[in-house]
């Protein structure tokens, strides 16, 4: 025992010190890519059973929109391994250009766009086709989180650095809402700016007044539109088709119908996967906005609520993300993807459920749209580069106690 307690006495202090400092480990959020992979794979799924019937009548193949969709699935999940091993920081760097592009393709859809079911929202490179929106809602989240940074903490106390985040934010809604007369998105982008804001401002009264004012605005809007049954534009017979779906199916309500009969014809463990009925015409295009009535008819209450739980668990992982990340950079980039998620996933179902007046928002991972994909693809990367970049110490408490105890 004295040889022992002499060794460990002549071991230089430095080398003692060395051997107790806490060991550094890098994190990456497996649980994050395996929430991303679950709802790609379950949306394919339910593609398919949604969209085969349409797919063979109108192009001769059940597996036109899947077989589209599963390769731009599985080759953005490739992508996703491979691009979140880059720092997000150089990703950063390209944050300007991409919020300019993204703008200027904006205002060019409503001049080179193809217009498709009344919306002129994509515009086609040979047989690719591209929504500009798309990548605005990403460029967004990006450049205001750098911008936020450069700004810094304590220039966000007055007026002018929001006015600031508030008009960069502004304009790129307004875009979407004046040249590609796209308005659901529009609400999502300017929903992404205020949360954003709201989590780098160090006062919380001014969001709740404004969040007051838009409810307030609403209301009156509702009211406006009940007292004046016969007023205008399609968007206020929207409201007109939310109060009352049956007395105007003409004007969109027999969708919201038949959406509320598949949902309430499942019950709680559904009529069996690929035994819906209302997808075979009666909603249409039931793969895209509506696909979460397909859904509930046919997995019922308990597919919508593993769903549902699938949803909560990825924006819990973009949570911690977002509380953990090693600067303000990284925290404002798992924020802004937290907010579209969040926002895209409330909107989407609570238009299917009727709760609020008619949207063009798909459900993330699960509607068809190849362009959805790409993107939402491209934001879990950086979420996921953002998480490689969390920084854990490890307390070697066995080697402690074993010193203690000697």
């Known amino acids: 025992m004295a040889q022992k307690r002499r060794s460990r006495t002549n071991v230089p202090k430095q080398q003692r010190r060395r051997r107790r400092r806490p060991a550094v480990q890098r994190y990456y959020d497996y649980n994050l890519l395996a929430s991303v992979i679950l709802l790609t794979c379950f949306g394919l799924v339910m593609l398919y059973s949604t969209s085969a019937y349409e797919a063979q009548v109108e192009h001769g193949s059940d597996m ?18 491979i691009f979140s091993q880059i720092d997000y920081h150089i990703y950063a760097k390209f944050a300007t250009a991409l919020y300019i592009v993204s703008n200027v393709l904006l205002v060019a859809t ?8 009344g919306a002129k929202r994509w515009i086609y490179f040979g047989p690719i086709s591209f929504q500009p929106a798309e ?23 007055g007026w ?29 982008m300017a929903g992404i700016t205020g949360i954003m804001l709201f989590v780098a401002h160090p006062k919380t009264v001014p969001f709740l007044a404004a969040v007051g004012a838009v409810l307030v605005m609403a209301a009156g809007v509702v009211f406006y ?19 009352d779906p049956e007395a105007y199916a003409s004007w969109g309500g027999y969708q919201v119908m038949q959406g509320l009969y598949a949902i309430g014809s499942g019950g709680f463990f559904g009529k069996g996967l690929g035994n ?64 579209h998620i969040a926002l895209q996933v409330v909107l989407n179902m609570a238009v299917v459920l009727n709760m609020i007046p008619t949207t063009g928002v798909t459900l993330p991972f699960v509607s068809y749209g190849g362009t959805s994909i790409l993107f939402l693809m491209a934001e879990m990367t950086l979420a996921l580069s953002v998480s490689r970049q969390i920084k854990f110490k490890e307390q070697e408490e066995g080697k402690r106690s074993l010193t203690r105890t000697a």
């Not at 960069?168 to 307004?174: E, K, P």
């Open 276 to 339: 819906s009925t209302q997808k075979l015409g009666a909603v249409p295009e039931a793969q895209n906005d509506m696909i979460f009535s397909i859904v509930c008819e046919e997995l019922g209450v308990f597919g919508a609520a593993m769903l549902t739980i699938l949803f909560v668990f990825l924006l819990y992982r973009l949570l911690f993300i977002a509380q953990n990340a090693p600067d303000l950079l990284g925290s404002l980039i798992a924020t802004g993807i937290f907010a």
């Open 110 to 117: 409503k001049f080179i766009g193809r217009e498709i079911n």
């Open 64 to 81: 036109f929109y899947f077989g589209k969709q599963a390769a731009i699935s599985a080759a953005c999940l490739v992508a996703v391994l």
């Open 225 to 243: 539109v009940a007292t004046n049954a016969a007023s205008g534009t399609f968007r206020l017979r929207r409201v007109l088709v939310w109060l």
């Open 160 to 188: 002018r650095a929001p006015a600031i985040i508030l008009g960069l934010g502004g304009i790129t809604a307004f875009f979407t809402y004046y040249f590609t007369q796209n308005m659901s998105t529009a609400i999502i």
């Open 135 to 157: 990548l605005g809602k990403l460029s967004l989240i990006l450049f205001l989180a750098c911008v936020i940074v450069k700004i810094g903490g304590r220039k966000m106390r």
